[in-house]
């Protein structure tokens, strides 16, 4: 084992507590980059330690950390995201996010891998982090701002245009809208920490913005990087052209022609062939996109803007597939350039696509259905496109129903009659992505046991739809539980997923434990880097265990997925009954070497050398 | 028989149209329609079927909406009034 810490990591902690102003350093332990390696797995570990079981996502003793992976600012490719660790608003359960932009990258510089913001502060403020520490400064004027205009306002204020790397809330996060966002505007393209609220955390924190301006530290990678990283060129390149050309909208119409893409609050999973058409990437490319965007350190471009004069939408952020699906398809709306209003009044405002627009959905149904009415407000129809507009701006203030929808679906389900929740569409007060919880075996098994309920970040859907585990459940538990690995581990190297899965693999593989290696001097197996992976997991596991929000009751899918077969289509049929899941679950369990309840044993803790996190988490 | 071919993303910008039929005689399979397209649209060529005559591997098929690998892949015999779906693979999201 290494005592010392390998230089590609800066190598120290700053904890910052809101409510004093004071600010500490803490080294991080050699061990502990062995073990957690960076991003997804320091900011768990964070949380693991700080956040005591018992405190709600709104408590001050709740933690917001910022983190890096080792390999930041390094030759190896698009490791240009960071990843924010909390308790959601959502999920009361740990939750990690990612965003892209060049934000990451500045925070490496400074040699701080991970920023844990603590308490909250008396005052509406920002935190400015640079190499010498962080200042906590007064966000005068900003109470209400939207997300780029604050990043703006930050940005002048400092004074030294983007090299002041802000990660902004917007109304929704200063309201506490539950699933706000964070929004990063960089010189190159935009990045959202989109899921499970981190702008709420941080508005619940007072807490505006996080700045960021970069310092002197250069990580050193221990051998050829530069060289390990050409070589996935081509092979990079050439599995990534969709996404280079038409951004994550190139999914709607594959996904549509699959049966798998969720119309009408998931009534049905297909779209007229040319309603999908009118949303889609190809429609997008032909008639709206600017230009291409870019993260830090990325060939493959997949970010774009797009302009709609009769909107007044100019060099706006494209609508990515997850958002379409959220504001169009699940809404029955195909009239694409209010759905790129909307959109862009969501990124403006900071609300998540997805959470908003299934929650929207879900309302519309509930109002088909009788069990809410116009009263509560006159945009509650599939197909009204003007609502979307109006319904987004009125989540963010929390307004008339807009306070209902602010709350998420599984909170308004609780609040209408009973028979509500049979039109829900997500896991642990989480909504699902896009990717069919029914037409998409592996994604039933992974939804269900995801840490984060709702995320296509645990499991991941892409080798499904190139026909592996989407049909059978033969092996389907054992795939989801490592893909969710290989997404935990993926998130602590904060590398982007698109690259990673276009250039490097879809599993974890020779080539990560290589280029793991030639960045740190170690010396692992697959099989190691496979057990970071796992133990990131479980870590994640035990923190929500004890928080009381995960085991077998709570590994579950909602109604509609379990009793209704898709209804017509190529995927006619599909779905996952309580018994299959059931099945699937106990298989899931014993191959993590989980108890019958979905706790890892004593055992697995202490394979995965967990024991001291798993007495920290249950203090 | 007629099958009616659908063109996704960079593969439709090589075609220049988004669906066309086209009539194929019985038996005709996967491959057959992919290697027809190859030679009407020289730009695809080398890129729909693989050497060893699969389909490439930078190419999705769907038969009818589902990836012919639930089939017999690039061997999987057509019936008149199918439709082939053909598309880059689905990456990110
Ligand atoms: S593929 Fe897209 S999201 Fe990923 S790093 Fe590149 S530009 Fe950013």
């Known amino acids: 084992m290494s005592d010392t810490l390998p230089p590609v990591y800066g190598g120290k902690i700053l904890h910052v507590h809101l409510d004093t102003g004071e600010t500490e350093t803490e080294a991080i332990a050699p061990e502990d980059a062995r073990r957690f390696l960076g991003g997804n797995g320091f900011v768990a570990k964070q949380v693991a330690e700080h956040v005591p079981a018992d405190a709600d996502a709104f408590d001050p003793e709740n933690v917001l950390a910022m983190a890096v992976g080792p390999m930041n600012a390094t030759p190896f490719q698009s490791t240009s995201r960071g990843v924010l660790g909390f308790i959601s608003p959502m999920t009361d359960g740990f939750f990690d996010s990612t965003f892209g932009g060049t934000l990451p990258q500045a925070l490496k510089t400074t040699g701080f891998e991970v920023v844990v913001l603590h308490g909250r502060a008396d005052e509406d403020s920002y935190v400015l982090v640079h190499e010498d520490g962080a200042e906590i400064k007064p966000a005068d004027g900003l109470a209400g701002a939207e997300t780029y205009e604050t990043c703006q306002e930050i940005r002048d204020r400092e004074g030294v245009g983007y090299d002041t790397h802000v990660l902004a809330n917007g109304p929704a996060g200063e309201n506490q809208v539950r699933y706000a966002c964070l929004v990063h505007e960089s010189e190159i393209r935009e990045g959202v920490a989109g899921r499970g609220g981190s702008g709420a955390v941080l508005g619940s924190k007072n807490v505006k913005a996080i700045a960021v301006q970069g310092g002197e530290f250069e990580p050193e990678p221990a051998g050829g990087l530069r060289g390990r990283s050409v070589q996935q060129m081509g092979r990079l390149m050439a599995d990534t052209e969709m996404l280079q050309e038409y951004g994550t909208a190139g999914l709607v119409n594959p996904i549509n022609e699959m049966g798998k893409l969720g119309q009408r609050n998931m009534q049905t999973e297909r779209a007229d062939p040319d309603d999908a058409e009118a949303i889609s990437g190809e429609t997008l490319r032909d008639e709206y996109v600017t230009e291409d965007t870019t993260c830090a350190n990325c060939a493959v471009k997949c970010g774009k803007h797009v302009s709609v004069e009769s909107e007044g939408v100019t060099e706006a952020k494209i609508p990515e597939f997850e958002s379409l699906f959220g504001t169009a398809t699940l809404q029955e709306v195909y009239d694409i350039e209010r759905v790129i209003k909307a959109n862009d009044l969501c990124d403006r405002l900071g609300l998540d696509t997805i959470s908003w627009g299934v929650t929207v959905a879900f309302a519309r149904e509930c109002r088909e259905r009788g069990l809410l009415d116009d009263n509560d407000s006159p945009h509650l129809s599939f197909g009204d496109a003007d609502g979307l507009v109006e319904l987004a701006r009125k989540t963010a203030r929390r307004e008339d129903f807009g306070d209902d929808l602010a709350e998420g679906s599984f909170r308004l389900a609780e609040s209408l009659e009973e028979g509500a929740e049979r039109y829900l569409y997500g896991a642990k007060g989480l909504e699902f992505a896009a990717h069919s919880a029914r037409g998409l075996k592996g994604m039933s098994i992974g939804y269900a046991t995801a840490t984060r309920g709702g995320s296509h970040h645990d499991t991941r859907p892409t080798m499904q739809y190139d026909g592996h585990h989407d049909e059978t459940t033969e092996g389907t538990p054992e795939f989801a539980a490592r893909i969710q690995h290989f997404t935990a581990l993926g998130d602590s190297l904060t590398q982007c997923r698109f690259v990673s899965e276009g250039g490097w693999g879809t599993e974890i593989n020779e080539s990560y434990t290589e280029a793991i290696n030639l960045a740190t001097g170690w010396e692992l197996s697959v099989e190691d880097v496979e057990r970071i992976g796992e133990r990131i997991y479980n870590l994640e596991r035990l923190i929500n265990a004890a928080r009381d929000v995960a085991d077998r009751d709570a590994d579950t899918l909602p109604h509609r997925v379990m009793n209704e077969p898709i209804s017509d289509g190529p995927a006619e049929g599909m779905y996952c009954p309580p018994e299959e899941l059931d099945a699937m679950l106990d298989t899931y369990y014993r191959f993590r070497g989980w108890n019958d309840n979905g706790h890892p044993t004593m055992d697995t803790v202490e394979r995965l050398d967990l024991a001291d996190v798993a007495a920290a988490v249950s203090e | ?93």
């Open chain 2, 1 to 93: 028989m007629e099958v009616e071919l659908r063109f996704f993303a960079t593969v439709r910008e090589a075609v220049g149209k988004r669906t066309t039929r086209r009539a194929f005689d019985p038996g005709a399979t996967v491959r057959d329609a992919l290697a027809d397209t190859e030679t009407r649209v020289p730009e695809l060529e080398g890129r729909l079927l693989a050497d060893d005559g699969g389909v490439a591997r930078g190419i999705t098929v769907m038969r009818n909406g589902t990836n012919v690998t639930h089939y017999d892949g690039a061997d999987t015999e057509l019936a008149d009034g199918d439709s082939l779906s053909i598309t880059p693979p689905v990456t990110g999201g």
